[in-house]
């Protein structure tokens, strides 16, 4: 729920930037929504048009508010192809809906991340990676080089997730929007998910064999996925 001082903001965001007739709709996602703001979060505050696109960026009070107008069907369209609009329309608190067109888009979001399935080329390129990435790490790892053994953990971190996302079925999210829904994705182990975040604390070494043998289990799970799609 939000805040006085947040619900004077968003008012003033909306009579600002989402009152006129080519607005459809206003929205807010993040921590604006969800919860969690402090005082140095942005604000994403987002307007549905029919036909324009744009962004503003702006400090209102002590805080950035970043403004984005988006157009219906492109986000309708990114929502069919099972894109990051999914996640962000889930999260979001509607702020202004005069004609349904936000809440419409929310449904849509819904609806097309319970019943999302991978595609098999999105499995397909998934694994390889995976595969490419356990072989890269075990010859850093044979070599002794620990610079690059931090760096490779470092950028796998977010080919793991991905994986769990494929893994499932359920769209790819990314940043802290995958952490936040890798936690409440069905099928993904709560003490899978908290694994990797207990092997990004652990010293290089550790690391580096915790990622070889999380990789080889995400790449024998994602061999049996392709195997039993034919």
Known sequence: MSSPVTEHLFNELIDLYAADAGSLGSYVSGSASYGGMT??????????????????????????????????????????????????????????????KVSELIDDARERYVNFASSQSAVKEVHFRVGEARMKLRSARRSGDGALQAYLCSIYTELVLKAMFVMVDKPVATGTTAWRWIRKTDGVSIQGVGQLEKMLQLSVSEKSAAFDGMLDQLHGVLTAKMKGRG
């Open 39 to 100: 005082d140095e979060s942005d604000v994403d505050f987002y307007v549905l048009t029919s036909d324009y696109r744009g962004f503003l960026e702006r400090i209102h009070g002590a805080r950035r508010v970043e403004v984005r107008w988006r157009t219906f069907d492109e986000i309708s369209l990114d929502i069919s192809r099972g894109g990051p609009f999914i996640y962000q329309l889930m999260d979001a608190t509607i702020l202004r809906d005069p004609d349904k």
